[in-house]
């Protein structure tokens, strides 16, 4: 097992999960990339970290797939002591209810919200035995406001919110903090198809966010400074929710 301490980031090869492995190997850690079946983006990402000094390693898995996800993280625990999570991958497939189908559902809330069930019950348990971790939930605005067009995301990611807050008066007493942030509209691949100039309209700082800035509050939850921070929902979001 190494000495440094590990970041397991979930869809940690594109949009903000990539954002936040860079980050966080800027911060010192072993970052710990998950991603499902996109290699290039991943092979991207690894070589970004390489290039600033950083380390890494990747780690294919589905996260729906519980046999997968707990081989994975039986054999990243006994390598590494995986001081923080970061909930990162996700999935969007948008419709009005009405003519929304089964698989656009069950596909989204397996993704979003079932996924927490499995990767976090390993990883927590590890955490509690070391008696600190860190564990950062990537929600999002629509589970606070609701968008149309998103029932099924705002659900899965709302969720998310509620797992979150449970989650954390369960650990606290033995040093496992867990909060959640919301972002926004942040330019992603995940936001590519949406009209950006016309929505920075409803934005009060007039403008989609960068996913560096929501990694730089993953870095605070991650940090020191937040020893005192559990069961909290930080909006990153500029403005359109408070």
Not at 122 to 135: S, Y
Not at 142 to 170: D, F, H, I, M
Not at 181 to 192: A, C, K, R, S
């Amino acid at each position: 097992m190494t000495d440094k301490k590990a970041a397991l980031i979930t869809g940690g090869s594109r949009g903000i999960g990539r954002a936040i492995s860079l980050r966080l190997a800027r911060d010192g850690y072993h970052v710990i990339i998950n991603f499902h079946s996109n290699v290039k983006e991943a092979e991207a990402t690894y070589g970004a970290i390489l290039d600033i000094g950083g380390s890494c390693e990747l780690y294919p898995f589905d996260i729906t797939d519980r046999t997968a996800v707990a081989a994975a993280i039986e054999e990243i625990t006994k390598n590494h002591t995986l001081h923080v999570l970061v909930l990162c991958a996700g999935i969007r497939h948008d419709e009005i209810m009405i003519y929304m189908s089964e698989e656009q559902w069950d596909s989204v809330i397996d993704t979003n919200l079932s996924s927490f069930y499995a990767v976090v019950k390993p990883v927590v348990r590890h955490m509690l035995l070391n008696r600190a971790g860190r564990i950062i939930v990537i929600s999002s605005t629509s589970a606070e406001s609701g968008l149309p067009g998103q029932v099924n995301y705002a659900a899965a990611k709302a969720g998310l919110l509620g797992a979150t807050r449970a989650l954390a008066r369960e650990c606290a007493k033995r040093g496992v903090l867990v909060n959640a942030l919301t972002p926004g509209f942040i330019t992603t691949d995940m936001t590519g198809n949406m009209d950006e100039k016309e929505l920075a309209k409803s934005i009060p700082m007039n403008r989609f966010g960068k996913p560096e800035e929501v990694a730089g509050v993953v870095s605070f939850l991650a940090s020191e400074d937040a020893n005192y921070v559990t069961g909290q929902v930080i909006g990153v979001n500029g403005g359109v929710y408070m």
